[in-house]
């Protein structure tokens, strides 16, 4: 690209108690690039992302932007010299219009007041440059989706003149359709001569989106790679030190006797759902975002109404609607959304593991006191975390995700539900949860494991059920291909299919 870097990190080094940051990291963005930033959670992508946003100085080295040295002594310094960022939890204000959101800090006036008019002028002439016209900039704010909130950040980033434009893990919560949008806006602002950081964990996105590509490592700068100069594989050994086919453990379970029977349930988003599940077995359940997966499990579980058909565990039928029923037959659920549904995040990690152990003291598995079996279980499943007293809000995405799994492991889990149990985690932890998930396998659980990623169904379960529109369309072998699995996923419902699922 020729000319000099739009933004240059040179020697940005970051230390904290006990832990060094960021080591000497040199980095660089150039304008109409995509400059993606890979690694473990940990690694250092974090830090440097809070630097540039101005939430953290450095400790040593300089920022460059626009050919000019910039010190930022606080977020509003990094966005008026032209850096913005759009985070997972994204700061709009809720209780005001899109217009507003967009020129909230550069108002327009007329006569000394706000002029609203002009606000909403240029709310709409940005929304329509990154293809999102069709949104009403007189709506409030509080009841967009994920990616029309994103599209207000994008929109008010271009407002603000940024030059550097940084997100951060922006696909996690959107569906297919709204990522393909998202791409598509990232292409206009490299067309627009902007220079995108990008932070994701998702490899797909990495080849697809990545002009280069950044590998963080233990704070370090381990590699940088343009398009083409390495695949996902070379991707991951830079990242965790092993070969992408190692992430996923042998299947050595085998399956036993019938112990979970789910007989033609049907709810608001599922219609005479029938299937089982052995013990010793992992089951998949594949199809495209809406299909109906995530309310299948939650109705297996109690936690959405289901208006009728059966559900056995174990020989005995539990009474339907109801977690606490669930959670007695030996029922667990590991929801999707980890943060609000799974812990409580102004808990300490003791206080989340014990959740089911304090309020069903008839399910607990271990006879040992409470601090030694919470521990013993922490331990197990490798929670890096400083003490038990730590806040859970605090850790990474997958040491929360393992100790939303303690609090089952804590108790007689028979059949494990699992709901995009590897969101938002980084490659490594991947690995552990895939070990732990083929270890309770081995012992005899029972797990049913909702996947948006196929390598992931494909690598973990013996069994893929297909959904669509709330109905199970087909079955698969554990080792068929992401393609059948994709033509079986656009497949719809019939009779016959229905009737199928009935037996």
Not at 9 to 18: D, I, R
Not at 99 to 123: C, H, W, Y
Request: proline share 4%; aromatic share 4%.
């Amino acid at each position: 690209m020729g000319s000099s870097p739009l933004l240059e990190v040179k020697g940005l080094s970051k230390a904290f108690p006990g832990v060094q940051a960021l080591s000497l990291v040199d980095f660089d963005v150039n304008a109409g690039e995509v400059h993606c930033l890979i690694g473990e959670n940990g690694a250092g992508k974090s830090t440097l992302v809070k630097i540039l946003a101005g939430a953290q100085p450095q400790d040593a080295g300089s920022i460059v932007l626009d050919g000019k040295e910039v010190s930022f002594n606080n977020p509003l310094d990094a966005q008026l010299a032209g850096i913005a960022c759009i985070f997972q939890e994204l700061n709009v204000v809720g209780g005001l219009t899109i217009a507003e959101n967009i020129v909230l800090g550069s108002e327009p006036t007329r006569m000394g007041f706000f002029d609203k008019g002009a606000a909403q002028k240029i709310a709409q002439d940005l929304l329509t440059e990154i293809g999102f016209s069709e949104i009403d900039e007189t709506q409030i704010c509080g009841g967009l989706s994920t990616s029309e909130k994103q599209a207000v950040m994008i929109a008010k980033a271009l407002r603000q003149n940024a030059k550097i434009i940084i997100m951060d893990e922006p696909t996690s919560p959107l569906e297919d359709a709204e990522v393909r949008k998202l791409f598509n806006v990232i292409q206009k602002l490299k067309s627009a001569g902007k220079g995108i950081i990008y932070v994701s964990h998702k490899m797909r996105e990495i080849d697809e989106l990545g002009d280069r590509i950044t590998v963080f490592k233990d704070g370090a700068q381990v590699a940088t790679v343009t398009r083409g100069e390495a695949n996902s594989e070379d991707l991951v050994r830079l990242m965790v030190g092993r070969q992408i086919n190692e992430m996923f453990p042998e299947k050595t379970h085998t399956p036993g006797d019938v112990v979970l029977k789910v007989r033609q349930i049907s709810g608001p988003k599922i219609r005479n759902v029938s299937l089982e599940v052995r013990r010793g077995e992992v089951l998949g359940v594949g199809g495209l975002d809406g299909a109906g997966r995530t309310e299948l499990l939650r109705s297996i579980f109690g936690a959405d109404p289901v208006r009728q058909g059966s559900i056995e565990v174990d020989g005995r039928n539990i009474p339907l609607n109801s977690t606490a029923a669930s959670i007695r037959a030996g029922l667990a659920l590991v929801p999707e959304e980890r943060r609000s549904q799974g812990l409580i995040p102004v808990l300490s990690v003791y206080e989340n593991a014990a959740l089911v152990w304090d309020e069903y003291p008839d399910r607990r598995a271990s006879s040992d006191p409470k601090p030694r079996a919470i521990g013993d279980v922490i331990s197990r499943l490798n929670v890096k975390t400083p003490s038990l007293s730590q806040r859970i809000s605090k850790l990474s995405g997958g040491n929360q995700q393992k100790v939303v799994l303690s609090k089952w492991l804590l108790a007689e889990t028979t059949v494990l539900l699992l709901d995009e149990p590897t969101r938002g985690i980084d490659v490594g932890a991947k690995r552990e949860i895939y070990q732990i998930m083929c270890e309770l396998a081995q012992q005899g659980m029972a797990i049913v494991v909702v996947s948006s990623e196929l390598p992931e169904l494909l690598g973990l379960a013996d069994r893929i059920i297909v959904m669509n529109s709330g109905e199970i369309v087909g079955e698969l072998p554990g080792d068929t291909s992401e393609e059948e699995i994709v033509a079986l996923s656009m497949t719809h419902g019939t009779p016959s299919t229905r009737a199928q699922n009935e037996k």
